[in-house]
């Protein structure tokens, strides 16, 4: 499984958000994970970190530079609303906010008994499919948008100066229909309104006689403004993957027979 996940945003710009989310490491390199269990009951503490090494990094930008077949560009995708979860046989068990940037650290401490503490054991003994850590965020794009207006509005310009009180925004409207002036771009109507507005103030401040950057022979007036969306992500990972392999081992205190924590 590929640590990160890419998606283009714009030419050879991607963003990218780990693909998985992993365990707190203690000094040793193993999970930081503890299972406090009693005869009955138990306390189950676990860190998690969502996040992605620099090796993953460098890994994915020779993966997507060799397959565009230019240097691309790796930018972090703007996560929001990011909180950690735990699942235990397909149901949540717990969940909890996180720090708030990455890693993204979140703690743990779950108190189980009777058919959940089993679960547990089965998972941290290596069952897989039985405890899973997950993440949930928003994913938040931004896109530019822009309308612009250009054209030759010569004509309308000279009949606002006949005629100072003459409706300036149905002469933009006459100069579109004519194609006197046209609309680039396919931005969103309320863009399109507005730059039809921003035409209309430049034919009245030129028939004024006002000096401005752009003339009637060579109108260009354009709208810019940026649109943000917002889409759900879930990325998981198998907490019993981590004691799969006989090098990783829980870290499980046994208490004396007849006591609970």
Do not use: H
């Not at 039985?130 to 000279?158: C, F, H, P």
């Not at 870290?251 to 006591?259: D, R, S």
């Amino acid at each position: 499984m590929e640590e990160i996940t890419y998606e283009n945003s714009e030419g050879t710009k991607f963003l990218w958000w780990p693909s998985r989310p992993r365990p707190e490491l203690g000094p040793s390199g193993q999970p930081t994970l503890m299972l406090i269990a009693g005869s009955e009951r138990a306390i189950l503490q676990l860190g998690l970190r969502w996040y992605a090494t620099d090796d993953d990094l460098a890994s994915a930008q020779r993966v997507l530079d060799e397959k565009i077949g230019e240097p691309v560009t790796l930018a972090p995708a703007t996560l929001d609303s990011v909180e950690a979860l735990l699942d235990l046989d397909g149901q949540e068990l717990a969940r909890s906010t996180t720090s708030g940037a990455p890693p993204y650290t979140s703690l743990f401490n779950i108190r189980l008994e009777g058919a959940q503490l089993a679960a547990v054991r089965r998972a941290l003994a290596g069952a897989a499919d039985v405890l899973r850590a997950r993440y949930r965020a928003l994913v938040v794009r931004t896109r530019k948008l822009s309308a612009e207006i250009s054209g030759d509005a010569s004509e309308d310009v000279a009949a606002l100066i006949r005629d100072p009180r003459g409706n300036a925004a149905a002469r933009v409207d006459a100069a579109l229909a004519a194609g006197r002036l046209r609309f680039l771009g396919d931005a969103r109507p309320d863009l399109r309104d507005r730059a039809k507005d921003g035409c209309a103030e430049m034919l009245r401040r030129l028939a004024a006689g006002a000096v401005l950057e752009t003339s009637a022979s060579d109108l260009r007036v354009q709208i810019v403004d940026e649109e943000r969306t917002s889409t759900p992500l879930e990325v998981t990972a198998d907490v019993g993957a981590w004691f799969a392999r006989s090098a990783a081992r829980p870290n499980i205190l046994e208490l004396p027979a007849g006591t609970n924590p």
